[in-house]
């Protein structure tokens, strides 16, 4: 098993920047990929970045420049960096886990809602 815990989502104005965190914990010993999801209210979860084992970086096309992807193996903790934030990004923000074995585990979801 795998337990992620979300946290550093809130309240921002358009413009502004959060960072997102992702700790795991549990049988992490091994994986495959990190990453993050998002589902607005009314629509489906959609991806919007992931980082592999080996550290190779992906994201949507939509938010390449934006949002940036990154970890910290000493602490198993992945990192969502989100700039120019706006309004269309509100959304709970899910961290992913993808065991080796290609089993995923999902955190609770950190809401990030971006208004003024």
């Known amino acids: 098993q795998v337990q992620l815990v979300e946290s550093g989502g809130g309240l921002v104005q358009p413009g502004g920047s959060l960072r997102l965190s992702c700790a795991a914990s549990?049988?992490?010993?091994?994986?495959?990929?990190m990453g993050w999801y998002r589902q607005a209210p009314g629509k489906e979860r959609e991806w919007v970045a992931t980082?592999?084992?080996?550290?190779?970086?992906n994201y949507v096309d939509s938010l390449k420049g934006r949002f940036t992807i990154s970890r910290d193996n000493a602490k198993n903790t992945v990192y969502l960096q989100m700039n120019s934030l706006k309004p269309e990004d509100t959304a709970v923000y899910y961290c992913?886990?993808?065991?080796?074995?290609?089993?995923?585990?999902w955190g609770q979801g950190t809401q990030v809602t971006v208004s003024s």
């Open positions: 992913n886990f993808v065991t080796i074995m290609s089993v995923s585990f």
């Open positions: 549990g049988n992490i010993f091994s994986f495959r990929a």
């Open positions: 980082i592999t084992s080996g550290g190779t970086t």
